[in-house]
């Protein structure tokens, strides 16, 4: 309850005066505002730094991600030296699978079928030339705030609470190293704070370097299939159908806008990004003859919600770590713009 | 802890140890270690079976990892034991297989002919097209499929999940750089599975 609604309800009507008790109670509760307000700068820093320690420094580590009723362990190898930086996510239990990534590109291999996924062309898009947009920008639609400390393997951790102030995006509770300010645990809850998706570093090495050979792959690729593609940038500025999203939460703007496949023999495909910082949705938009048969409205992907629209020879699909009904918003308030 | 103690008590939950069951049962009540090995062995039969509670506590994955080095289900005699985790891996990694292939019809898409019937990909072997395609596994031998050399083609995919995984690969890449990272999305990319 504010302060002022406080006041409000123990005045006597007709009155300006507060009553003594509400003073009496308004005293009481002062320093926790001031608090309050302390905690989320110090929360926003902390995460603030976290951005920047985890692309600038030397780690490698193992964690755990759950989702719904699945458990899987992986382990993370990143490196950043005066050629950028480059990482490896390999999946530690069932299929070996690894992803790599660097300044030019994203390579998942996939050992279970003998392939290799090869994306290149998104320099920009594939690992950060520069640092995240800073977190004070975001708090007019979430609430920062520490929660306390804990221990995560064995290293003394800040606990974060991320709390949307609206129920069309998903919170965080975030543990970042008190010493490195590395990402130690993190879970990603619903509106009733029920954690949809959780990973938690069980073991994190903060190393000077990072040997170049923890960054090759586990196969050798031999007899192996390599898909590649590469998107042509003077390909994606135009597009002879614009499409916009009409409707969407507050806070949230756009950040990309790219058209791909627009050669001859391809279907043209809209890509709409948009972020309030935090939370990111995904519209895409795809010319289809006919409705697909097996097309489902909904789906989730361990915290990332889709919701799909097909009307008049379009197929319009909403993706994002957001809640269903924020992707739902998102896919049907899609219009063409001209 | 010694190895044949975990492999009794890897027995008990497999209702296959005839003799001494009554010993590894006292041992599992009475010390904390034998417990405690007893709950991660349950925990573990769970996640491979998939049937987890949606809350669990992951510090008690936290013990799972530090000790899972030591405990790879092979006795002194690298000879595998029948432990509660083979029987239900079978599944599991039939199970990932699919997702992994829901996850390459993504690209598979673009290898075929188009509607036209006009081919759109080169199939090369070995290194020929190093203008698209480099192997970051140098030295090895393989078979690579491009794409068009100048542009990623969408043709129209076989079905709506093909073309959603499509979409959700474009969307982790951008989701990498956008904003605080309160997950790794990539882990999605690496565990991907459609939940429902």
């Known amino acids: ?338 | 802890m010694s190895d044949k103690t975990r492999e009794h008590i890897s027995a008990l939950m497999d209702d296959e140890l005839d003799n001494g069951s009554q010993f590894v049962i006292n041992a599992v009540k009475d010390d904390a270690e034998h417990r405690a090995t007893w709950q991660r062995y349950h925990l573990i039969g769970e996640a491979m079976r998939g049937s987890l509670p949606e809350k669990i506590d992951l510090s008690m994955s936290e013990r799972i990892n530090a000790t899972i080095s030591g405990e790879t289900g092979m006795d002194n005699t690298g000879k595998q034991t029948k432990s509660v985790f083979t029987k239900p891996a079978v599944g599991f990694a039939i199970a990932a297989s699919v997702a992994v292939m829901a996850i390459l019809g993504v690209r598979q898409i673009g290898v075929g002919p188009n509607p036209a019937g006009v081919p759109q990909t080169q199939v090369v072997a070995s290194s020929q097209d190093s203008k698209s395609v480099s192997n970051p596994l140098a030295g090895a031998a393989v078979t690579t499929v491009t794409v068009h050399p100048e542009t990623r083609i969408y043709t129209p995919p076989a079905d709506a999940e093909t073309r959603l995984n499509r979409y959700l690969l474009d969307y982790n890449e951008y989701r990498t750089n956008a904003g605080v990272q309160g997950m790794l999305p990539y882990v999605r990319i690496v565990t991907h599975e459609v939940e429902q």
């Open chain 1, 1 to 338: 309850m504010s302060e002022l609604s406080l006041m409000k309800w123990n005045s006597s009507p007709g009155s300006n005066s507060p009553s003594p008790w509400a003073v009496y109670v308004l005293l009481l509760c002062l320093p926790f505002p001031v608090q309050a307000e302390e905690t989320s700068s110090r929360a926003t820093q902390l995460i603030n730094q976290m951005s920047r320690a985890s692309k600038e420094l030397n780690y490698d580590g193992i964690f755990v991600y759950r989702r719904g009723n699945r458990i899987d362990t992986l382990r993370l190898i990143h490196k950043n030296d005066e050629q950028g930086e480059k990482e490896r996510m390999l999946s530690l239990t069932g299929p070996a699978r690894e992803v790599i990534r660097d300044g030019e590109s994203v390579i998942c291999i996939f050992p279970d079928n003998q392939a290799v996924m090869v994306e290149r062309g998104h320099p920009k898009k594939l690992l950060a030339a520069q640092l995240p947009e800073p977190v004070e920008t975001i708090a007019d639609h979430y609430t920062f705030s520490i929660a306390g400390k804990d221990r995560v393997a064995g290293r003394d951790a800040w606990v974060i609470n991320i709390v949307p102030k609206d129920d069309y995006r998903f919170g965080y509770q975030l543990w970042i190293d008190e010493q490195f300010s590395l990402l130690m645990k993190s879970e990603l809850k619903d509106g009733s704070g029920w954690p949809i998706e959780q990973i938690l570093f069980t073991k994190l090495d903060i190393l000077d370097e990072i040997p170049d050979k923890l960054l090759k792959p586990a196969i050798s690729g031999k007899d192996y299939t390599w898909y590649s593609s590469t998107v042509d940038a003077k390909v994606q500025a135009v597009s002879d159908r614009q499409w916009k999203v009409t409707s969407m939460p507050a806070g949230f703007s756009m950040s990309q806008h790219e058209t791909r496949g627009v050669a001859k023999s391809g279907m043209p495909v809209e890509h709409m990004v948009y972020s309030d910082g935090l939370a990111m949705v995904s519209v895409f938009v795809e010319k289809i003859e006919t409705r697909p048969e097996t097309l489902k409205s909904a789906s989730r992907i361990g915290g990332v919600n889709t919701y799909a629209i097909y009307a008049d020879g379009y197929q319009i699909t909403a993706v994002g770590e957001v809640p269903q009904k924020t992707v739902r918003l998102f896919a049907g308030s899609v219009l063409q713009s001209r």
